[in-house]
């Protein structure tokens, strides 16, 4: 008997080790998804003031055509806008860091740029040119967080 279920074992053990594993289609709502895409995780902060304007990533031109385009290529490991207040004015900027783990795309590991209400690089370093701390302590200085408004990160 013994010897009956180690055989039985071994062969469904075989057939486990052995077993092609194909993506099933899978159906959602009606509509076909493609399992063999890789997926992402997308969160978006619509509920925020800044520059003036409510819902940046919505009705400011420049960062949803960013945001959109980025949705689009995903040629990068994760992108992360966050918003920024100047202190002691009503300035706002948005720092926009990017990861890459394909160097197809990129020849840096990471970059962070910072950039004014209307689209213009105010500030930049990446993993190319390490910055110098004291220059980054310096900008950073008179900044303080406000909030987190874009994250989309691949999984």
């Known amino acids: 008997m013994k010897r ?3 055989i039985l074992l071994a062969i469904c053990l075989m057939g486990v080790g052995c077993e092609k594993k194909i993506k099933e289609p ?28 409510n819902d940046p990533l919505r009705n400011m031109e420049w960062i949803r ?12 490991s994760s992108v992360q ?12 900027l948005f720092q926009i860091g990017t990861s890459y783990s394909n160097f197809d795309y990129s020849p840096f590991l990471y970059t962070v740029v910072w950039k004014n209400c209307e ?3 105010i500030f930049g370093m990446n993993s190319g040119t390490p910055p110098v701390p004291e ?21």
């Open 26 to 53: 899978q159906i959602q709502s009606g509509t076909l998804v493609d399992t063999t895409k890789p997926k992402y995780d997308i969160f978006e902060n619509h509920n925020i003031l800044a520059c003036e304007v």
């Open 81 to 92: 806008i966050n918003l920024y207040k100047v202190n002691g004015t009503d300035e706002n």
């Open 65 to 76: 055509e960013l945001c959109d385009s980025l949705k689009e290529t995903q040629r990068f």
């Open 135 to 155: 220059i980054v302590e310096e900008f950073m200085a008179d900044k303080e967080l406000v909030a987190e408004l874009f994250h989309f990160v691949k999984q």
């Open 4 to 6: 009956v279920f180690f």
């Open 119 to 121: 689209g213009n690089l």
